[in-house]
Nanobody, 121 residues
Framework: EEQLVESGGGSVQTGGSLRLNCTTTATSLYCMAWFRQAPGKEREGVASIVLGGRTVYADSVKGRFTASRDYTKNTLYLQMNGLSPEDTGMYYC?????????????????WGQGTQVTVSS
């Protein structure tokens, strides 16, 4: 089973930036993605990157967040700029060998433990 380990979460003020990292033991995963879950809300997709292909973002983060993959380090990144309190939540890294999307977490069997992001006003 693939292992995913997130890091980089923390607390920032509105307008601040954070970079999340997700390191995996697997190589050349078809899809790696970021999801997040705020207290009392359902998990939602943030961004996904297909192997060697394009990145898809949720509308709520377009223009502020940038996802990238370093295939030499088996690492997924999420650069988050212009953070707002609405971005607060637990951020999860996920991977799949079969699907690549942000509108649903179905089809993602591999998940990290999550890293907390808190944005204060």
């Amino acid at each position: 089973e693939e292992q995913l380990v997130e890091s980089g979460g923390g607390s920032v003020q509105t307008g601040g930036s954070l970079r999340l990292n997700c390191t995996t033991t697997a190589t050349s995963l078809y899809c790696m993605a970021w999801f997040r879950q705020a207290p009392g809300k359902e998990r939602e997709g943030v961004a996904s990157i297909v192997l060697g292909g394009r990145t898809v973002y949720a509308d709520s983060v377009k223009g502020r967040f940038t996802a990238s993959r370093d295939y030499t380090k088996n690492t997924l990144y999420l650069q988050m700029n212009g953070l707002s309190p609405e971005d607060t939540g637990m951020y999860y890294c996920a991977a799949s060998s079969t699907v690549c999307r942000v509108h649903s977490s179905a089809g993602f069997p591999y998940w990290g433990q999550g890293t907390q992001v808190t944005v204060s006003s």
